[in-house]
């Protein structure tokens, strides 16, 4: 079941920027750049990793 | 503890962080698993809202599923420095929000579901690893950030 509402089509470019990776890979940029411009912000990177981990909690 | 030490512990814990979500060591760490009861929302809506987004939001009743939480107000602890704190905090909380922020933008919550199981080694190993290398990223400009 999609949870879309019937003969509603998902379109497939939504379907990949919404995937659960795409955060990851977003902060793994966020390291990258505030390693080199701003390393105080690694902080905020540390942070938002820890709190999207618990993405599988319930 | 001496200052020196502190970058060091918090990597090794990173490390080993990684290693208990790769299934190479087994760790027990403390956490309140239990789920929060749905009726906290069947007395008052607004506040039982706010009561189960502050205990799940927060991990204070949830299963933990990651070691990345753990490590994260280790090295926030060692670092000692309320900037620190507060901006590894705002970090947090934008990061627990993306979940359902993300869940809802995809318009299929339960094949987003499914996904999110499928993606869970990825956020634990893959994020703990990147969280141990922005720790060494921290170490090489100076840990703690004061």
Known sequence: ?58 | MPEGWRPAVAITAALLGVARDAGLVTLRLPQNARQVPQDVLQRDLVRGALQFGFELGTGVRTYVSASLPYVAALAVLLANDVGTALLTGLGFALGRAVTPALRYASRAGEDWDDRLQDRLPLLAVGGGAVLAAALVVLTLHGFPAS
């Not at chain 1, 920027?17 to 505030?34: E, F, I, K, R, S």
Request: aromatic share 8%; hydrophobic share 50%.
């Open chain 1, 1 to 58: 079941m999609s949870g879309l509402p019937p003969g509603a089509a998902r379109s497939p470019w939504r379907g990949r920027l919404t995937d659960p990776a795409v955060p990851v890979l977003a902060l793994v940029c966020g390291t990258v750049a505030a390693a080199w411009y701003a390393p105080v912000l690694t902080w905020a990177i540390i942070g938002g990793l820890a709190g999207y981990s618990l993405s599988g909690s319930v």
